[in-house]
């Protein structure tokens, strides 16, 4: 069984630029969630799918990050413009969204960097 | 304010010892809990978890404790191998009426073995 894809898996750019990050999470599993992870910090949430629709978005910076999952499958995460603080680990993660099943598996990650 | 505290940022374990990672939490209805394991480059792997109603899980090498009354947890690995060196992020989940709730990670404790 295939795991969660994400890509790019390194992305630099310069401050002010866009950068969009992809993922695929792992088949039949309709939640999905976008992590920020900075260094030496555990992972903290942005945004929560169910199937199409964001059921938690209370962390995303709405004002420059935006985010989609249409057809409730893969997603995109977007910044623009970008900013020096962005710079960090993307994770993408995906549950079955089954009652009780906590279980999170998680893609490799993106890393920006951004100058 | 941070619901999982993981205390020390770093463990050295000489090989075939036990390893032993205290995670702390300060919310009580946190019902379930999760270690994963990260190695450089790569997402978090999910290890081990326990539900709030118990108060040990065990698989092959790896033990969770859970005391609920000082709300805390701890990861034992015995014996420690080479092999298990990495970042261990402790997570907590509050579910509610069978929808799943969002993990909160703790900072994470590396995890040195020696051989």
């Known amino acids: 069984e295939a795991g969660v894809v994400q890509s790019p898996r390194y992305k630099i750019i310069e401050k002010k630029q866009p950068v969009a990050f992809w993922c695929n999470p792992i088949s039949g599993h309709n939640t999905l969630y976008w992590y920020l992870q900075n260094l030496g910090q555990g992972p903290e949430l942005l945004i929560r799918y169910e199937n199409e629709e964001a059921v938690d978005d209370s962390q995303l910076p709405k004002d420059r990050f935006s985010a989609e999952r249409l057809k409730g499958v893969d997603s995109t995460l977007k910044i623009q413009p970008a900013e020096l603080g962005d710079s960090a680990v993307y994770l993408c993660a995906s549950s079955s969204g089954a009652p009780y099943s906590n279980e999170q598996f998680f893609g490799p990650g993106t890393r920006l960097t951004v100058l | 304010d941070q619901q999982v505290k993981q205390n020390s940022p770093s463990l050295s374990v000489q090989e075939g010892r036990i390893s032993i990672l205290n995670c702390d939490y300060t919310n009580s209805m946190f019902d379930y809990f999760l270690w994963y394991k990260k190695y450089p480059a790569e997402g978090p792997t999910f290890l081990i978890s326990?539900?709030?109603?118990?108060d040990k899980n065990e698989d092959g090498r790896f033990t969770v404790f859970l005391n609920k009354s000082a709300k805390h947890l701890s990861l034992h690995i015995v014996p420690s191998q080479p092999g298990d060196s990495a970042v261990y992020f402790c997570?907590?989940?509050?579910?509610?009426?069978?929808?799943?709730?969002?993990?909160?990670f703790g900072k994470g404790t590396k995890l040195s073995v020696k051989p």
């Open positions: 997570a907590a989940i509050r579910n509610y009426g069978g929808s799943q709730g969002n993990l909160i």
């Open positions: 326990i539900s709030s109603i118990k």
